[in-house]
């Protein structure tokens, strides 16, 4: 009796993890608040996508609220310092002068800053995401002002360890796949588009992270539609649920089978 069950917990478990076939995709709009055009333009942009406002610009607010009203997912875009010093600098990015009450603090401040946020991920940071000591305390400081809270590493250098310090801290975390508009010229970001699909037809998913240049918003208001007839978009919290179901899912189905009784 034991092996019939188990075969039907196992189909019910796959059913679950794998109700929709299609690879997914998640979209972050990153650097709003500056421009309330360009931000309500990106918000009217059909699907379940992720939306990464600047704390303290002239119209995060208001687009913190209307994206809010829409029932799009709103992360605050946490400044951190760039390792380039010719890119302006946030007048509140967290910096490497600060110490671990000065960054808990600075922290908490800009997370009161934006509401109804379901996660953070880093505005720039290519200098201070490369170090534990100063990713840490950051992360801990996310972690006590809200535990329900995710990090998206946005992998501004490849040496970050943004994602490893988050998940050490218990912070739900995952880390982007693309960057659409790296250079935002129509060319190259109708190029990073398609990686960006590749590369979720060969991981599952991938996440990607644009900007809202008139460029790229052209772009995505020509492909999303027809895009999504082959792929499933999902905002960043629900794509961190999914993938973790499914590797709870595999690795429990890995476990029952490997104890399954043999029949000789």
């Not at 010093?85 to 002068?97: D, F, H, I, Q, Y």
């Not at 401040?109 to 170090?131: C, D, Q, W, Y």
């Not at 250098?157 to 988050?166: K, N």
């Amino acid at each position: 009796m034991l092996r019939p069950c188990l075969t039907l917990l196992l189909s019910a478990l796959a059913c679950n993890t794998s109700a929709d076939q299609r690879p997914v995709l998640s979209l972050v709009i990153d650097d709003l608040g500056y421009s309330l055009e360009h931000g309500m333009a990106a918000i009217a942009l059909d699907g379940d996508h992720t939306y990464a406002i600047l704390p303290g610009a002239s119209y995060s607010q208001k687009l913190a609220l209307h994206a809010h009203h829409l029932n799009k997912e709103v992360i605050l875009h946490l400044p951190m310092q760039s390792i380039s010093s010719s890119v302006p600098r946030e007048p509140s990015a967290l910096n490497e002068s600060m110490d671990e009450d000065q960054l808990t603090a600075n922290v908490h401040s800009l997370l009161a800053k934006i509401p109804f946020i379901r996660g953070v991920n880093n505005h720039m940071g290519s200098h201070l995401t490369e170090f534990d000591f100063f990713m840490r305390p950051v992360m801990d400081s996310i972690r006590g002002y809200d535990p329900k809270l995710y990090f998206l590493d946005s992998r501004t250098s490849p040496r970050s360890v943004a994602f490893a310090q988050a998940q050490d801290a218990g912070l739900r975390s995952i880390t982007r796949d693309i960057f659409l508009d790296h250079e935002s010229n129509t060319a190259s970001i109708r190029l990073q588009y398609d990686i960006w699909l590749a590369k979720a037809r060969e991981q599952g998913s991938a996440i990607a992270i644009g900007h809202p240049y008139p460029a790229t918003l052209e772009i995505l208001r020509e492909n999303l539609a027809e895009t999504n007839l082959r792929f499933n978009f999902m905002r960043v919290s629900r794509l961190i649920d999914e993938r973790r179901e499914r590797n709870f899912a595999q690795t429990w189905q890995g476990q029952a089978l490997a104890r399954q009784p043999r029949i000789q």
